[in-house]
């Protein structure tokens, strides 16, 4: 079974900056893709960051060249955000592909205000 636990949301005022961890418990390898998600209320959950098994990222537009992620180890991904803005408030959540499954964390608030 694999658990997924989100840490490091919070208030922070705009242009400011916070840093996500998510610690993975059961059988994940490097090989395994790992990513960021969020939900914004009333909206749909979109993809944040997303890190493949290889190494390579992907971002969304909205966050390019503000957001980083990073696989510290197998079982530790990391989203570092900066120059937040209002529009980044949302329930950021981790996500795991084991290709015969997937998981979610529970998700930890990020509150940005003006």
């Known amino acids: 079974q694999v658990q997924l636990v989100e840490s490091g949301g919070g208030l922070v005022q705009a242009g400011g900056s916070l840093r996500l961890s998510c610690a993975a418990s059961?059988?994940?390898?490097?090989?395994?893709?790992m990513a960021w998600y969020r939900q914004a209320p009333g909206k749909q959950r979109e993809l944040v960051a997303k890190?493949?098994?290889?190494?390579?990222a992907n971002y969304a537009d909205s966050v390019k060249g503000r957001f980083t992620i990073s696989r510290d180890n197998a079982k530790t991904v990391s989203l570092q955000m900066n120059s937040l803005k209002v529009e980044d408030t949302a329930v950021y959540s981790c996500y795991v592909d084991l290709r015969i499954a997937r998981y979610w964390g529970q998700g930890i608030q990020v509150t940005v205000s003006s």
């Open positions: 059961g059988n994940i390898f490097r090989a395994d893709a």
């Open positions: 890190l493949t098994g290889g190494g390579n």
